[in-house]
Every structure is written in C-alpha cells, then in structure tokens.
C-alpha cells in the first residue's frame, strides 16, 4: 500500500493531469513512477509542441490513434537515444491500457542499443581506485566487487545484517561467506558472496562509523525516490559520483561514463572467463533463469561455494598481492632447487681451474666445456632473479 505522503509527491509531479497522478499510483515502485513521469511529459511536450495539440485532444483518441501518434514521435526522435525512445513508448503504452486502450507497438520500434558508452573497468582500474580510496569507499567498492548486485540492491543492506555475517565469518574461520537472497525488482533467488576483502573492509567501516551520525539533508525529490543507505549514507547517483571522484584521482584513461553497472558486468564477465557456465553466473548475480531450466538446477548452491574461491583467487580480487601468500611455497620450492643447480654448477667449474665470478662476469675461457657451464650458470642466474622478483610482486 502506498501511504500520504507518498500519494502527496506523486500528485504534486503533475497537478493537472489526474488520470495520470492516478495512474502513477498504480506503479509498484517509486523509481518506475518517476521514470514513467517522465517519460510521459517527454511525449506530451512533444505532442502540444510539434502537433500543437491539448491534452484533452489526446485523451479524446482511440487506441489506433494513440498507437499511430506514439510511432510519430518515434518518428521524430529517430536520431536521439533507441533506448530512451523505446522507454516513452513502453510508458505510452501502460498509460493507454490504464484508460482502456491497450496499443501494441511490437514489430515497429527501434532496436534496443547495447551500452558501447561506458567505461568498462579491468582489474587494474579497480585495483588503482580501491588503492585511492576512504575506508567506507574500499567497503562499498568491495561489496559491489563481490556481491556482482544492482547498486540499489547493495545499498539497501542493513547494518545489522553486514554484522552478523561477518561475526558468522570469524565463528567459521571462512575467507568466504554464502547467503540466500531475492532481487527485489524482479523476484528472482540468488546467492550472495562475501569475500575475502569484502569481510575485511566492510567490519573497518562498521567499526569507524559506528557512532557516526548521518548527513543532515535537505528532502527532496531524489530522496524520497531512492532511499539513502544507512551504512554508507549516500545515494545511487552519489555511488556513481563515487566511481568518478576516485577514477580521477587514480588517473585512469577513461574511455566512456562511468557508472555503477559496469562493476557488475566486470563480475559477471570474470565468472566467465572463469569457466562460469551460464546458470552459475545467473544464480550469483540474480538473473532470471527460465522456470523449465530452473526445476533441474538444485545444485547450484554447492557448485558455486565450490568454485568461486578459485574465480576469486585468478580473476575476482582486486589485490593481486593476496594470491602471492598461495603461491609463496612453490616458489620457495623453486627458488631452493636453483639454487642448489647453480651451486652444483659453480663447482664444476672450479673443478676446470675457472674462477666463476670476476667482478660481476665470468671470465673467458677457450674450453668448450666451460664454455657450456657458462651459458647454463647464466640461464639458471636469470631464471632465478625471475623467480626472486615474482616472490617479492
């Protein structure tokens, strides 16, 4: 149910149109009530504007006219955003069918455009802004790398709820911490992740802002629309100022707008290329799975608590520095062999009356056995400066 005062900012958007403040209280959400808003003034602008037509004359229309008007403003912004076009028709169309006269636009709208504007972030991007960024930004930065959820979704996360998952990390002893979710635009089940770095930031920002209390703001349209978070008290859009504020002061080369959507297609992208198949990537992030396909995954849960420390290790986290203490043994191991292979080595050649350094160079000899107990001393003399600086990265 939708309380006053919310019915009291949905009137006030548009006064004198009453069919559609009533409409708009139809909308499930706040966010979908103001979009459709808005769209429908795009549309009626342009109808009293290019037509020089009343709103009383639209409301007069049957639906084939209405249908035959909405694909004149296609029409006419047929060089502006496909999407954004598309979205006044959808728009268009649930407000006819609201006053009995449904119209279908399918087989006449542009095509949908993939998003080839923004700035798709690679490890290193993240990497150089986590380095740059506040403890509450490192904790939210983490989170939205770990969940892969829609920014609303990760905003909308309780204090309480972030604390009791980490108390359960420390009780299991877990770098990893699983729980069940529902996306709440879409109703669809997933499974949440808390990683390694997500733990360990998220309980500092608890900690520091503990008796924090929040900005004082004035009320406005955007917050009552999209609700501030109570851990990082900000908004959407100030996650996305966010992103910007930190890729400029990480000097990254940006190469389109940056947005916070982008981070869960990098998720997404890394499962992937971790050899996610289709459903596990859905199940983690909250895409929909089809019903038919649905009924025969039942073990999708296990398979992802499986395979996601190893996804985490090679392509999720964004301090590579971590992944050094798993593979300090084995270069440890590697670095004693070569050493041992170029002690055995040395000694040969002493046992050829050759002393093995002068300054930093062997010396020359004319025996092509020394000679070959060089350039394999050499070799193994890099090989293993290689393996001391990868122990040190």
């Known amino acids: 149910m939708t309380d006053d005062k919310e019915k009291k900012i949905i009137i006030k958007l548009d006064q004198q149109y009453s069919e559609v403040a009533e409409w708009l209280l139809e909308c499930r959400s706040m966010g979908t009530r103001r979009e459709y808003e808005s769209c429908l003034r795009k549309f009626f602008e342009w109808y009293s504007s290019s037509l020089k037509k009343t709103y009383k004359d639209f409301m007069a229309l049957d639906a084939k006219a209405v249908r035959h008007h909405g694909l004149l403003y296609q029409q006419a912004h047929l060089n502006d955003n496909p999407n954004s076009v598309n979205n006044v028709l959808v728009a268009l169309a649930s407000f006819s069918a609201y006053n009995e006269k449904p119209i279908s636009f399918?087989?006449?709208?542009?095509?949908?455009?993939?998003?080839?504007?923004?700035?798709?972030?690679?490890?290193?991007?993240?990497?150089?802004?986590?380095?740059?960024?506040?403890?509450?930004?490192?904790?939210?930065?983490?989170?939205?790398?770990?969940?892969?959820?829609?920014?609303?979704?990760?905003?909308?996360?309780e204090r309480d709820f972030l604390a009791r998952l980490i108390e359960r990390a420390k009780a299991e002893d877990s770098k990893f911490i699983y729980f069940p979710s529902v996306r709440k635009k879409t109703g669809v089940p997933r499974l949440g992740v808390f990683n390694a770095l997500a733990l360990e930031w998220v309980e500092k920002w608890l900690i520091e802002s503990k008796?924090?209390?929040p900005r004082k703001r004035k009320p406005n349209k955007i917050t009552i629309e999209r609700p501030v978070s109570k851990i990082f008290d900000m908004t959407e859009e100030g996650a996305n100022k966010m992103l910007k504020r930190l890729a400029k002061d990480a000097g990254l080369v940006i190469t389109g707008r940056l947005h916070s959507h982008r981070i869960r297609s990098w998720v997404i992208s890394n499962l992937s290329r971790a050899g996610w198949n289709e459903w596990q990537v859905k199940y983690m992030t909250g895409k929909a799975i089809p019903l038919q396909d649905g009924t025969y995954l039942k073990t999708l849960t296990e398979e992802i608590i499986e395979r996601y420390p190893d996804a985490y290790q090679r392509y999720l986290c964004i301090k590579p520095e971590k992944i050094v203490q798993v593979i300090d043994e084995d270069v440890r191991k590697k670095l004693h062999e070569q050493d041992e292979m170029i002690s055995t080595l040395i000694d040969k050649l002493r046992a050829h009356e050759i002393q093995p350094y002068e300054g930093s160079e062997?010396?020359?000899?004319?025996?092509?056995?020394?000679?070959?107990?060089?350039?394999?001393?050499?070799?193994?003399?890099?090989?293993?400066?290689?393996?001391k600086a990868e122990r040190k990265s």
Not at 107 to 127: A, E, M, W
Not at 136 to 149: D, V
Not at 364 to 369: A, G, L, N, W
């Open 362 to 387: 062997l010396q020359r000899t004319k025996s092509s056995e020394t000679e070959s107990l060089k350039a394999e001393l050499a070799t193994l003399k890099a090989e293993f400066e290689k393996l």
């Open 211 to 213: 008796d924090k209390a």
């Open 106 to 157: 399918r087989g006449k709208r542009v095509r949908q455009r993939p998003d080839i504007d923004s700035h798709i972030f690679n490890n290193g991007d993240l990497t150089k802004m986590f380095d740059v960024a506040s403890t509450k930004e490192k904790a939210l930065l983490s989170l939205m790398t770990s969940l892969g959820w829609e920014i609303s979704a990760v905003l909308e996360l």
